[in-house]
């Protein structure tokens, strides 16, 4: 920093390498102790590089690829990006082919765009919709729910999976063409009959995020781009799903045009009409996995259940976790993500353990695929039916 402001400093390229380390006399235990110790240590803005990679050589001809990433540098739409050109370049290497000369846009001139329109008149109109749109809005569950006595200032969050390996067995995305509806709205739609019925609450916001990539040349862009924005529904109990699946629908389409706006923004806005700043921990982020890798093909080493082997021609990749489930740093109160590819579905529920109990939160997992697999067979079933479902 200098004078009080944040700077950034570039690094050459020529300064970046793949850290080779030789940990064939390590026993899986040892391994997995060091991995996890890696993945866990924290970065140092002043020293590290925000990306590093480790390669570590194992027995049998394996090498275990360690990538760690500040969360500064990349969004997860980034990080998308990064996996991606490390297999092109793979293979390029591989098969004597130039790397991809694709157009990437500059994060700089990305974020002199932003800081633009926030300082224009149609800035000025964003501002003035999420002040609108805010007004009076509802708790944080983390306001309403906060178990007595349970604080969460380290911010540790548990987090709980469930794979669908079929479309057959939850036809999701041919649900949501049915109903003439995006797969989002649909699972959004879901998400708001979850709130109800774990908070009883009628006005709803739920956030999600918002890739915030809007030419080609940011596709691959390498950097925080992503914002999250808000919305906003009232839940009627006697209404059907098919009716909420539209409205969220409809609701999307009224909010997308205003989400480039920044976040704590946002806030600000709804601080200008309620007295108050909302917090990042608004229940129920929802989002699919970015489009850039699964057009790529490469979004299924992190769709299926680590440890799931994948060929790529002569290449065999799994994923492995490092970091156990309820040992990892969540700032927000609880988070549902969906990864869907070619009729398999997984969802991951990240919470702050403040809030709930480990047990708890694999009930609301559970909770949140039977109001899925009721909504699929019966769409036209109310919404009061489909929240009081346990």
């Not at 950097?223 to 808000?230: D, L, Q, S």
């Not at 969540?330 to 809030?355: C, K, P, T, W």
């Not at 609301?364 to 079933?381: G, H, K, N, T």
């Amino acid at each position: 920093a200098v004078d009080g402001k944040p700077r950034v400093e570039l690094w050459p390229a020529s300064s970046f390498s793949v850290e080779a380390i030789d940990a064939t006399a390590r026993s899986e235990s040892e391994f997995q102790a060091d991995l996890q110790q890696a993945a866990k240590t924290a970065h140092n803005l002043e020293r590290d590089r925000l990306v590093s990679l480790r390669a570590y050589r194992r027995p049998n001809n394996t090498t275990v690829l360690l990538v760690r990433a500040h969360h500064i540098l990349l969004d997860g739409h980034a990080f998308g990006s990064m996996i991606r050109e490390i297999f092109e370049r793979y293979f390029g290497m591989h098969n004597e082919a130039p790397p991809d000369a694709a157009q990437t846009g500059d994060y700089f001139e990305f974020a002199r765009s932003q800081r633009k329109r926030v300082e224009s008149e149609a800035g000025h109109e964003d501002r003035q919709f999420w002040a609108q749109y805010l007004m009076d809005a509802p708790e944080p569950i983390g306001r309403t729910k906060a178990r007595p006595g349970k604080a969460n200032p380290r911010g540790i969050g548990g987090a709980v999976n469930r794979f669908v390996a079929s479309e057959t067995e939850l036809p999701v995305r041919a649900a949501a063409r049915q109903m003439g509806v995006s797969l989002h709205s649909l699972m959004t739609a879901a998400g708001q009959v979850l709130l109800h019925g774990l908070t009883g609450g009628s006005d709803l916001l739920l956030t999600s995020s918002y890739a915030n990539r809007e030419s080609t040349a940011q596709e691959r862009l390498i950097g925080w781009t992503n914002n999250v924005t808000m919305l906003r529904s009232e839940f009627d109990p006697a209404a059907t799903f098919r009716d909420q699946a539209a409205k969220v629908s409809a609701g999307w389409a009224e909010v997308l045009p205003h989400s480039s706006y920044p976040f704590h923004l946002m806030q600000e806005a709804a601080a200008d009409n309620n007295g108050k700043k909302l917090p990042p921990g608004q229940f129920g982020v929802f989002m699919n996995w970015p489009d850039n890798m699964e057009r790529a093909g490469f979004e299924r080493i992190f769709l299926m259940p680590p440890g799931t082997l994948h060929r790529f021609g002569e290449l065999e990749v799994a994923l492995l976790p490092v970091v156990p489930p309820g040992t990892g740093h969540f700032v927000n109160d609880a988070l549902i993500f969906y990864q869907e590819m070619e009729g398999s579905l997984l969802l991951r529920f990240q919470y702050g353990v403040h809030l709930f109990e480990a047990a708890e939160a694999e009930a609301i997992v559970d909770r949140y695929l039977a109001i899925l697999r009721q909504a699929i067979a019966d769409p036209d079933r109310s919404l009061g039916e489909l929240a009081a479902l346990t």
